[in-house]
């Protein structure tokens, strides 16, 4: 029998604000932006497409941060780029690896602030979760991130960077002269981090077209899954301006329910969200949306919510993603049974739709999301710090 590896943690004292040099960070800017960029310090017009080119697969094929490694261009030309620009990722402050491979990483961005990203590792993909913003606006009752206050949208350089970061943990970039590796460790990237993807349209965007365009990252984009609460105006826009795979936080079959457990259900109901709902295969040629259900114990578990879900979304190309809830600290929910979650399925899965049961990934290292950053903050308190907020 393997001996089970123990949980590590890697922690990495940084400077509370990143350098900032007024020099651009070319990470996350789309090649129209970079080709701007690249105007604005004289190249010339004619190679600007190709200068462009060349750059994108340094950082985004080869994985370089530095532009001393582009060594197809001129090294005059590379000392200009670096007077100009900075290839800038996101910094790892803390680093948890779980007894079943999950990575946490909690990176430091801009302004020192902090967010959460997590690698998990599957026998036939490895699947890259990331956040949008700096905690969130939804307060969901059931998510950790919605007990932390929005701070700000990420850009899409810090979007995109988390991606870098991962790649960069993993050893993933290709070695020059090395045989071709066609195995890929970040296969599938999901936007189901911290904040609400579709809060932070324009960023989110532009972020995803860096990640899928083939001469870099080159992840495609039926493997790329964005994950909605419910912004109802801004699903159509998706499929039209991303076209990626769309997941939809539903959790309830009742609007009652639901605006308690997902309060944006207030502004837009089920009826609203499942009417833009139908539309998007067709506007996006995505084979199907999957509809995310947290199983809290009591709640939402019952016969008669399985029953009413397969109602509701008849008609929808979907599968339904039963996911035990992944407890923390101070939770006003609990799991539902596991014999209650085989229950749901069972009744899920007569109907016709696939009803997979998300495996617990990460508990040991706190991989819901928001749960490391809010513990690292609370790691830095002071005594005093936090004998005030107990007595408040």
Not at 5 to 26: E, M
Not at 44 to 53: A, D, N
Not at 332 to 344: A, D, H, L, T
Not at 358 to 371: H, L, S, V, W
């Amino acid at each position: 029998m393997t001996a089970t590896p123990p949980i590590t943690q890697d922690v990495l004292t940084l400077p509370r604000k990143l350098p900032d040099a007024g020099r651009r960070n070319l990470v996350g800017l789309t090649r129209a932006q970079m080709a701007t960029a690249l105007a604005g310090i004289g190249t010339p017009e004619r190679q600007i497409k190709m200068r462009v080119g060349q750059i994108w697969q340094w950082i985004y094929h080869w994985g370089v941060q530095d532009f001393d490694a582009m060594t197809n261009l001129a090294k005059a030309y590379r000392a200009q780029l670096a007077d100009a620009f900075v290839i800038e990722r996101p910094k790892i402050v803390t680093r948890q690896i779980s007894e079943d491979g999950t990575r946490k990483y909690l990176l430091r961005i801009t302004g020192g602030h902090e967010v959460e990203a997590v690698y998990i590792p599957e026998e036939s993909r490895g699947t890259l979760c990331i956040s949008s913003q700096v905690g969130c606006t939804l307060t969901c009752s059931f998510c950790h991130t919605g007990t932390q206050k929005l701070v700000r949208n990420l850009t899409a350089a810090e979007i995109v960077g988390q991606v870098l970061v991962a790649r960069d943990d993993l050893g993933e970039w290709p070695q020059p002269g090395a045989p071709k590796d066609e195995t890929r460790l970040v296969s599938n990237v999901v936007l189901m981090g911290m904040g609400e993807p579709l809060y932070n349209f324009d960023n989110v965007r532009d972020a995803m077209k860096v990640v899928m365009d083939g001469e870099g990252l080159s992840i495609s984009r039926r493997r790329i899954t964005l994950s909605t609460s419910g912004v109802v105006p801004e699903i159509a826009r998706t499929a039209q301006e991303i076209g990626c795979l769309l997941a939809v936080s539903f959790h309830a079959t009742t609007d009652e329910v639901r605006d308690k457990l997902v309060p944006i259900n207030r502004r837009w109901n089920i009826k609203a969200l499942l009417d833009a709902l139908r539309e998007y295969p067709r506007l996006s040629n995505s084979e199907r949306i999957t509809f995310e259900y947290v199983m809290l114990d009591g709640v939402n578990d019952s016969d008669a919510d399985a029953r009413r879900l397969v109602k509701l979304i008849a008609g929808i190309p979907a599968k339904i993603n039963l996911i035990p809830f992944n407890e923390w600290p101070g939770a006003p929910y609990r799991r539902s049974s596991w014999e209650r979650i085989e229950s749901f399925a069972d009744i899920v899965h007569k109907a016709g739709y696939a009803s997979p049961i998300r495996t617990p990934r990460g508990e040991d290292i706190m991989a819901a999301c928001g749960q490391l950053k809010s513990a690292t903050e609370r790691g830095r308190k002071s005594r005093a710090e936090i004998a005030a907020e107990a007595g408040a």
